[in-house]
């Protein structure tokens, strides 16, 4: 019923920018909530930042200062600017976005990841 598409993700060397967008489509009344998760080989999925239709942000402190996040309610799309990358942020990042359906029921959904590689 709904689909989370990324893209932006690639190789960038330390200190380098890359932006991700992930764009929600399909049977959406409207997208209360959007964020961006990331996981690295061998470890847990964490969060690393979140935004609402209002304009609430939160950010994993490991990202404070680097990162930022914007959503674009019109086209039910978030932004991810990551600045000042580092070899540890080198992980496949995953999108969420919290929907409520046409059919007014709220679902939580999952895009299928873009690996960001930060390395010289």
């Known amino acids: 019923q709904v689909q989370l598409v990324e893209s932006g993700g690639g190789l960038v060397q330390p200190g380098g920018s890359l932006r991700l967008s992930c764009v929600a489509s399909?049977?959406?009344?409207?997208?209360?909530?959007m964020g961006w998760y990331r996981q690295a080989p061998g470890k847990e999925r964490e969060s690393v930042a979140g935004v609402t239709s209002g304009g609430s942000t939160n950010f994993a402190d490991s990202v404070k200062g680097r990162f930022t996040i914007s959503m674009d309610n019109a086209k039910n799309t978030v932004y991810l600017q990551m600045n000042s990358l580092k070899p540890e942020d080198t992980a496949v990042y995953y999108c969420k976005a919290t929907v409520r359906l046409v059919s007014r029921s709220r679902v939580e959904v999952w895009g299928q990841g873009t690996l960001v590689t930060v390395s010289s």
């Open positions: 399909g049977s959406i009344f409207d997208v209360s909530a």
